[in-house]
Each structure stands twice: as C-alpha cells, then as structure tokens.
C-alpha cells in the first residue's frame, strides 16, 4: 500500500485521525491526503527515524500500524521495569499488567515477552468504521484485555467474520447487536466504543454512570455482535471494485448507480437482513409489491425465503445456543425504541421500554406496516416471549455524520448498562 499527496479514503481518514491522537496536524479528517496530512507524515517520519519523504510505503505503515492495533511487543531489557516501560509507551503501569495476566512486576526478567497497550484510545469514533478496522479493533481488544471471550459466530455472504465479544461471566445472558443496516455502521463503533470504555473502567475498578462492573462482570454476560452486515458496510463506505462478485448485478439493483454511499441498507446480494426473519415474513413479501419491490435491491427486499441469507441464519443460530434475558437491536435513526410485535410483548416489556426510554431521552414507540415484519426483534419476541428491542439512534437521513457519534454514545451508554442487570 502506498498513500502520498492526492490519495483518498477511509484508510487516508483512520490514519489523518490517527496522526491527531499522537500529536500531529494534518489538518482536517476528510479522508483526503493533501499537504498538511504530507508535513505530518514526514514528521512522523523524522520522530521514528523513517526516511522523511511524506509517502506512506511499508515501512511507515508498518510504524503506524502499532499504533492503530493500540498495542506494541516488548522484550524486557537489562535494567526494565514496568514504570520505564509504561512511560516510554506513554501507558500505565495498570494498562499493562491487565494485558499480562500472571506477571510479576518485581520479578521481569530478560528477553520477557510483554504487551505493552499505547496510552491513546483504540477504538476511533470520528472515522468511516469499515469491517477492516472492527476486525483490527477486536484483536486490539482482545490483545488489551486477554481475558475477555471473542468469536464468530458466521461469515457473511463475501466471508467476512460476524464477530461477536462477551463481557462477563455471569448467567445473566443479553445479546446486543448492531448494523443490520448498511447505512447505519454508525451504531457498530457505538457497540464498540461501550465494549472500550466498559473493559478500561472495569480493570481499573471504577464505577461507570453509576453501575458497579465487578457485579455485572460476575453476574451477566453481554454478548456484542458489533457488525451483523459486513459486506454491506464496506460497500457504503468503500465504494463498489470491479473485482467484486455480484458487480454487474449490483449496478442493476441500484437502480444503473455505482454510488451506494447514500442508499444501500442491504447485504451484498440485495436482501435487507432486518426483513428476512420468520416472524410473518409473508405478510412483509406480501407489502413490497406496493412499494415497488421485487427482487434485490437497496432496501426492503426481504430475500426469496425468511433466513435465506448466512448473516440472519448466523444470528438465530447464536441466539438458539444461548439463553437471552432481552436483546437490543441497534439501528438509525429516530431517536425511538421499538418493543412489540403483534401485541406479544409482555407488561413487563413495556416497563423495561420504558426505564430505557428514561435513560436515553427518546421515545418509546410502535413500528407500523412494513416496517413491523420480519426484523430481528420481531423474530426475538415471536419466538421467545421475551424482551426485545429495537434502538433508533440519531436524528436526521441515513447515514447519520459521524459528528453526531458523541451525543449518540452519551445517549445510550446507560442504557447499554441497564440493559445488562434490568
């Protein structure tokens, strides 16, 4: 890979941000590699001994890397210890024993293999979140904080992990996921940026908003599944490659357009997964005649067949394995939680609606026509009889700006605390 004066795009954006968290200026985060991103490059260069050129070349990718997992390597050297080490990294002495489970910080010895987390946040919340960078995310997450449970749970139609992340160990099982919808990636560095900041808090054993994380670490199990549509992701925010299967047909399906940034809800084949769960799918297929809809497309197409698509069979395979109190969908936009279907959910429901819709400021509502078949929720409940919801964050047309991330988080973080113990 190589990103010099005139490269574009989400990677030239992560790393713009990036260079911001370490001390440099490369002016605005737009994704557009002009001079200020070069006069920050070459600085970079010259503070790592790199060849100042402002090109990023392997070797100066290779720096930046480090920082963007969030984590180094470390070889303890002759007269190491864990506060020489923490504040060459520009860490804490905390941040590394919780990425070392077992050592002894009196005893290092020479040629120790250590992780050393940087002193700067992993999860970036003001960038294009593609599936590269979760992936990245995770495994930075995961290097962070080793103890914590990572898996996957299917592939999606182009093979991409469904990652999910469990907080906790207790027998409390909720489920929490996000990005059903192409268009609505905002809410998967929402779940991410919770899992961060929930793993900092617990390890340094501070209470967050109140709730005390030692307790809901030994007596529920969040279960997170940040990014249900990957392949959908990555082609709102990365544009369509020639080399992609499904090309030619995909240009058909939008309609002759091969701008997918401001329309595309559905995965790769077309078929909007929130509309292909069996929980009165018929009816749904029934209702897209009148809208226009017959076949794949960018929206509302509910597939040939409920769970014909390996994100939604992935979904209700992990949910069959498990035993979920409630579960949380997460979606754009509205500033509205959804809590029934078909006059199914119980009194008790309505009242745990009604403690989310205090905690968040947004309203607690009911979904009407199409919009109320065949959406994970809907499924939840129909075949459970237990609490499920859907989240509509943000205000405004999808896809929401990534300015409105911080009033999205300081919205619902309680809510994703509750929803653990409630």
């Given at each position: 890979m190589i990103l010099k004066i005139g490269s574009k795009g989400t990677v030239v954006k992560e790393i713009q941000s990036l260079l911001v968290q370490i001390g440099y200026n490369p002016g605005p985060i737009d994704g557009y590699y002009g001079t200020k991103t070069f006069k920050a490059v070459r600085s970079f260069q010259k503070d790592n001994n790199l060849t100042p050129d402002g090109i990023i070349g392997p070797n100066t990718y290779t720096v930046l890397e480090k920082f963007l997992k969030g984590y180094d390597i470390y070889y303890v050297q002759k007269g190491d210890t864990l506060w020489k080490i923490a504040r060459n990294y520009y860490t804490t002495v905390g941040k590394i024993i919780a990425a070392n489970p077992g050592i002894d910080p009196d005893n290092l010895y020479i040629g120790q293999r250590l992780t050393i987390p940087y002193g700067i946040d992993l999860i970036d919340t003001k960038i294009d979140y593609t599936y590269e960078i979760l992936k990245r995310d995770i495994e930075g997450l995961k290097a962070r904080y080793p103890f914590i449970e990572v898996g996957v749970v299917g592939k999606s139609v182009l093979g991409k992990n469904l990652y999910y992340i469990r907080l906790g160990t207790g027998k409390n099982e909720v489920f929490y996921n996000a990005a059903h919808h192409a268009l609505e990636w905002i809410t998967s560095p929402l779940l991410m940026k919770f899992t961060e900041n929930f793993l900092k808090s617990y390890t340094d054993g501070k209470i967050l908003r109140g709730y005390n994380l030692d307790q809901i670490w030994k007596e529920s199990s969040i279960y997170i599944m940040p990014m249900v549509n990957p392949d959908g992701v990555n082609l709102v925010l990365n544009g369509l490659d020639p080399s992609f299967p499904y090309y030619n047909n995909l240009i058909k399906w939008n309609k002759g357009s091969k701008d997918f940034s401001k329309v595309w809800q559905a995965n790769i084949r077309g078929v909007d997964l929130n509309h292909n769960y069996p929980a009165k799918w018929q009816e749904g297929k029934e209702a897209e005649e009148a809208l226009g809809i017959y076949g794949p497309g960018p929206t509302r197409y509910s597939g040939p067949a409920p769970l014909s698509e390996p994100e939604t069979q992935a979904v209700v395979n992990f949910v069959k394995q498990h035993d979920f109190r409630l579960t949380l969908?997460?979606?754009?936009?509205?500033?509205?939680?959804?809590?029934?279907?078909?006059?199914?959910?119980?009194?008790?429901?309505?009242?745990?609606?009604?403690?989310?819709?205090?905690?968040?400021?947004?309203?607690?509502?009911?979904?009407?026509?199409?919009?109320?078949?065949?959406?994970?929720k809907d499924w939840f409940i129909l075949e459970?009889?237990?609490?499920?919801?859907?989240?509509?964050?943000?205000?405004?047309?999808?896809?929401?700006?990534?300015?409105?991330?911080?009033?999205?988080?300081?919205?619902?973080?309680?809510?994703?605390?509750?929803?653990?113990?409630?």
């Open positions: 969908a997460y979606h754009s936009q509205g500033q509205e939680i959804y809590w029934d279907f078909e006059n199914m959910a119980s009194a008790e429901a309505r009242k745990i609606g009604e403690a989310f819709a205090k905690a968040t400021g947004y309203e607690l509502a009911q979904t009407y026509g199409i919009t109320s078949y065949s959406g994970f459970y009889r237990k609490p499920g919801y859907t989240f509509e964050v943000g205000l405004g047309k999808n896809p929401l700006p990534i300015e409105q991330f911080p009033m999205i988080y300081q919205n619902n973080e309680e809510a994703l605390l509750l929803a653990s113990i409630i």
